[in-house]
């Protein structure tokens, strides 16, 4: 069964301090990954997206990477702001027949104080 | 550009009781999915489409009904509610299921069977 697996589940850290949280998966055969940012109350939003051949991608002050070997990903946030308090969530797909289905893990659930 | 829309916002159904959640994107994407999110769970795919006339199940389909008449509108019925389908539904959609394209999420419904 295809699995996502995210930690920590949750992180508090003051602002201004990096952090980085961990995705590890068991899906095949594995098309993307990617990782959203959820607000509460809100819709998940892309932060990027990676395939097999990548295995770093930046969106400004977020950068994930991708060890297909391993199949792990990491997503760092650099120099916190409040407002990246949010649930993190990782994605990684599998191709079925032409489609592209989604496996989601928990999300991890970053707190920003100042 | 209105992007993904749903309605409504919040919906409280008695046990038994049918209804739509609607769902509408303006960005003429051919892919469109329903997901059900939780409290301590992945997103779950419920429903996709590939285009105006195809649907497809996902993880979790029992208990609803979906149609695609139009490229615009994906619409997700519950045929009749039941307490385990409290949850918060999100509608996305994306111009392809290729690797790399961006999917979008709508804002959620927040529905509630008593």
């Known amino acids: 069964k295809n699995q996502v697996e995210q930690s920590p589940q949750s992180l508090i850290i003051l602002e201004g301090k990096n952090c980085t949280l961990q995705?590890?998966?068991?899906?095949?055969?594995?098309?993307?990954l990617r990782w959203y940012k959820q607000d509460t109350g809100r819709g998940p939003v892309s932060l990027t997206i990676?395939?097999?051949?990548?295995n770093t991608k930046s969106n400004g002050r977020y950068t994930a990477t991708l060890d297909a070997d391993t199949k792990q990903s990491s997503l760092h946030i650099t120099a916190s702001q409040l407002s990246d308090s949010a649930s993190y969530i990782c994605?990684?797909?599998?191709?079925?027949?032409?489609?592209?289905?989604?496996?989601f893990g928990r999300g991890t659930s970053l707190i920003v104080h100042p | 550009n209105a992007g993904v829309t749903q309605t409504p916002k919040f919906q409280v159904l008695k046990t038994g009781q049918s209804m739509t959640l609607q769902c509408a994107q303006d960005?003429?994407?051919?892919?469109m999915s329903w997901y059900r999110q939780d409290p301590g769970m992945g997103l779950r795919l419920i429903h996709y489409?590939?285009?105006?006339?195809?649907?497809d199940q996902g993880e979790v389909p029992n208990g609803y009904n979906v149609s695609r008449s139009t490229t615009e509108d994906f619409p997700l019925r519950l045929l009749s509610a039941a307490p385990s389908q409290t949850s918060v539904y999100f509608c996305?959609?994306?111009?392809?299921?290729?690797?790399?394209?961006?999917?979008?999420f709508g804002p959620g419904t927040r529905l509630t069977v008593t």
């Open positions: 996305a959609s994306s111009y392809s299921l290729q690797r790399s394209y961006e999917q979008y």
């Open positions: 995705c590890n998966y068991t899906v095949s055969p594995f098309s993307n």
């Open positions: 990676m395939t097999f051949s990548e």
């Open positions: 994605v990684v797909s599998a191709s079925r027949g032409g489609s592209y289905i989604p496996t």
């Open positions: 960005m003429n994407h051919e892919y």
């Open positions: 489409s590939v285009g105006a006339g195809i649907t």
